[in-house]
């Protein structure tokens, strides 16, 4: 079991009746993550993210294909794939009358902890995570990024070798999402902890993760590291500037032998200015300059611009991810509260994993 893939989805499809209409929020899943992985899922709104992470962690079942969840099939033994991960939603944990350090007890007891292991785990946790502070304050005495804290030190209190992490740091200040990272990266380095979460801050995907996997209608249509998702599908953006129109015209040649991508007018340059859009943009900078200058082009001004996990979705789709996260589009969250009891009962099965 220590050398098979932690996560390992096989055609997984969900497919829901909203309003007599079928609508296909996840089709043909398929995919690995090995241990330790730091996996980010992206994708707009109603891409299937969220209800991705709802099968994988037995919160609704497939409409078809598998899925096995630290050894357990999601389908034959979901308790036993709920007694091994840990799952952070989007809406804060806990009974907002209850101090924070009980809550965590409430969790160890869940799991079947004795209360001398629950303690131990509990008071590891608040230092682990800094929420010494605040240990004894009530749920609804804490901050927007004190709750998130205590979201996922109740997802580690039985220490899962996975933790499902869902928009972990949305709505928080950008100091409380820096910080409540810090905390994500230190526990997998001390714990070893595989983490596979959604976010919408593309910017925390690209720094963080070693993994990114991208979904739009359903779909995963890339799957790479940040890096090579940037270099191969959308490249670094070189700008150069010249005196004259005329200047410009005569490097056109010149940038297209260069590349073997677009060389484009910037548009509201007066045709003085050409971008290209290359791979390896840091190595050809240089370069293109040595031989404009060769040419007898002047060049007055030269930047690189690094492509984003936008300019990816950009290139897959034909539009931003900024742009398709419009709220217009719900398909995915009004779906499980139209579905049939099966969604219902899944979730009051697993009661303990959401709290």
């Excluded at 409409?63 to 036993?80: E, F, K, M, N």
């Amino acid at each position: 079991m220590a050398n098979e893939p932690i996560i390992e989805a096989r055609g997984l499809t969900k497919r829901f009746t909203v309003k007599k209409k079928t609508v296909a929020a996840v089709t043909d899943l398929s995919f690995e993550v090995q241990r330790g992985e730091l996996v980010a899922f992206l994708g707009p709104n109603g891409a299937g993210k969220s209800t991705s992470l709802r099968m994988l962690t037995t919160l609704i079942p497939p409409t078809s294909g598998t899925a096995r969840v630290v050894g357990h099939d999601i389908l034959r033994d979901p308790a036993g794939v709920r007694a091994r991960i840990g799952y952070v939603g989007q809406l804060t944990s806990g009974s907002y009358s209850q101090r924070a350090r009980d809550e965590l007890l409430s969790q160890g007891a869940f799991y079947g902890m004795g209360r001398a292991a629950a303690s131990a785990r509990a008071d590891e946790l608040i230092e682990s995570l800094d929420l010494s502070g605040f240990a004894a304050r009530s749920v609804q005495q804490l901050s927007g990024g004190q709750k998130r804290r205590l979201d996922i030190a109740l997802g580690l209190m039985h220490a899962p070798p996975l933790i499902f992490l869902d928009e972990p740091s949305t709505g928080l200040d950008p100091q409380s999402r820096a910080n409540l990272w810090q905390h994500i990266l230190d526990l997998r380095e001390r714990f070893g902890t595989t983490i596979f979460l959604t976010t919408h801050y593309l910017e925390e995907a690209d720094r963080y993760a070693e993994r990114v996997m991208v979904m739009d209608k359903g779909r995963v249509i890339a799957d790479d590291t940040a890096a090579r998702l940037k270099a191969e599908l959308a490249g670094d953006v070189l700008t150069f500037g010249f005196r004259t129109a005329d200047a410009a015209e005569r490097a056109l040649p010149v940038l297209a032998a260069l590349s073997a991508r677009d060389v484009r007018r910037v548009e509201g340059s007066d045709a003085a200015d050409l971008a290209v859009t290359v791979p390896e943009g840091d190595l050809l900078l240089p370069r293109a300059v040595r031989e404009l200058d060769a040419a007898g082009i002047e060049v007055v001004r030269a930047t690189g611009v690094p492509p984003t996990l936008d300019d990816v979705f950009l290139s897959l789709t034909g539009r931003t991810l900024r742009d398709a996260d419009q709220p217009a589009d719900h398909a995915e969250e009004e779906a499980p509260e139209g579905a049939a009891g099966d969604d219902q009962a899944a979730r009051a099965a697993t009661e303990g994993v959401v709290r």
